[in-house]
Nanobody
């Protein structure tokens, strides 16, 4: 299964972007991670396949919304009120098998990774 992330770009602070992740095959839970220049990759948001429950990093809570269409094997990350510190390469990730009553928040929870899409927020 391959993941294709898209939707990144340049936006001013306070603006919005919507990232998408399309899977070439069946996937389950999905997560988004990001890596800023000179920093390690960090968790952003995740959604469970089984019940749609979500988890967000504190830094994006209330501003970002993750969603997933299980029938179409696509996912989205709606990002509002963007800040310069949100600038990073954003990666989508997906599970190969279903996890019940658990939302993955670490990289090791995921089997498939997209290539990343760059988000740049100017001040």
């Amino acid at each position: 299964v391959q993941l294709q992330a898209s939707g990144g770009g340049l936006v001013q602070a306070g603006g919005s972007l919507r990232l998408s992740c399309a899977a070439s095959g069946r996937t389950y839970g999905m997560g988004w991670f990001r890596q800023a220049p000179g920093k390690e990759r960090e968790f952003v948001a995740a959604i469970s396949w089984s019940d749609g429950s979500t988890v967000y990093a504190d830094s994006v809570k209330g501003r970002f919304t993750i969603s997933k269409d299980n029938l179409r094997n696509t996912g989205n990350l709606q990002m509002n009120s963007l800040k310069p510190q949100d600038t990073a390469v954003y990666y989508c990730a997906a599970e190969r098998s279903p996890s019940f009553l658990r939302v993955g928040i670490v990289e090791q929870d995921y089997d498939y990774w997209g290539q990343g899409t760059l988000v740049t927020v100017s001040s």
